[in-house]
């Protein structure tokens, strides 16, 4: 029986890792359930899977979960802040942490669940993206196993060789490239024009995919895709000009692994978390995610395309500071939460999400990011600067 921590397990992937626990009891336990201030919903995952520990960020939001989960008889202890998220990561109570938090919160306990050396099924993609080189290094020297949920990653980790998976090196290894697959999110057949006028319920309604409002705003202006080459850097090993990123509307293929012999590995299912998420878990078996077995005549036919930087200005953001290095591509995060943020609550266009980015990278000077205080004080330079640029 394998325990499990969830870190963020009320947003999107949180409850598609709870529903693929719940169809095998007798091979997972929950250790521990963490969320922001959702005290309805992890009360209602703490009835059902009566986790040791709650962790709510917030502390009023905990005092009001305390009450209910005392009020009910349940033996659930309800912790709050960021130290106890940090606490539940690297328990030795529990042997695998599915890091599922949005954003920059992600980092810390992420980070601690590899210095643990747990089985870490990666869905966060911000501790790969603000401290790539310091996370891997973490991995590696604690032992920890580093899981890729993240569909895109999950598809290419499945194209490759199982004994190889946990090397994280792939130059030089037969592979010429990866590539990425893209649906191009809801705005992939606007005209430039057309895109100042989009709002943020245009924006978050994507067209393959139920998922959080941050990454869905990301996947239409394909940051998110951008968020991806910087992590596949990291997790495989692989230089920019071997990861490629390739429009594919329906997004059945996940990704492709492309061999220097010619033959080009490509993962397919119908778009649902359920899939990575169990296949992750399971690594290296294999167990039922509760996935529609995936009907090819139905599909009919698969599309790709170019995806066009012009198009998509945040993906060419993203490949430019992953090729300046060091805290670059840190503070290209911090400044597309701000400018996503404040999309959201419309006080920006969409178009001037990519604007705010690219002064921000101009404006805050990149560091090595050899330490974890470099990268949380370039990120927080670059929230100031984004903040800034916004009035
Ligand atoms: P979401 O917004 O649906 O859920 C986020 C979770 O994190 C919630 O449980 C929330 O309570 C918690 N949370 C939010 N802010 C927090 C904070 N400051 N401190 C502690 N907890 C906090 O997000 P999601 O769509 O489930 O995405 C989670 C992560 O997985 C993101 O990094 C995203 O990029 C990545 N991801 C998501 C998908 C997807 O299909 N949703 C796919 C690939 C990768
Ligand atoms: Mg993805």
Redesign the pocket.
Known sequence: MQAVTL??????????TLNVLAQHPEKYRVYAL?????VDSLFEQCQQFEPEIAVM?DESSALQLEKKIKAKGLNTQVLFG?EA?VQVAESQHTDYVM?????A??LLPTLAAARAGKHILL????ALVMSGGLFMREVEENGATLLP???EHNAIWQCLPVADQQQHHFQGKGVRRIILTASGGPFRDYDLADLEHVTPEQAVAHPN????????V?SATMM?KG?EVIEAHWLFGLPTEQIDVLLHRQSIIHSMVDYVDGSVLAQMGNPD?RTPIANALAWPNRIDSGVAPLDLVAVGRLDFSVADHQHFPCLALAYQALEAGGTSTAILNAANEIAVEAFLKSQIKFTQIPQIIEQALEKVPASRGDTLEEVLADDLHARKVAEELLK
């Open positions: 870190l963020g397990s009320t947003g999107s992937i949180g409850v598609s963490t969320a922001n201030r959702s960020l960021a998220l890091a599922a938090i949005v954003g919160a992600g869905a966060n993609k911000e949920v993240d569909s995919w139920s998922m959080g409002q941050k990454i869905s990301d998110n968020l978390m």
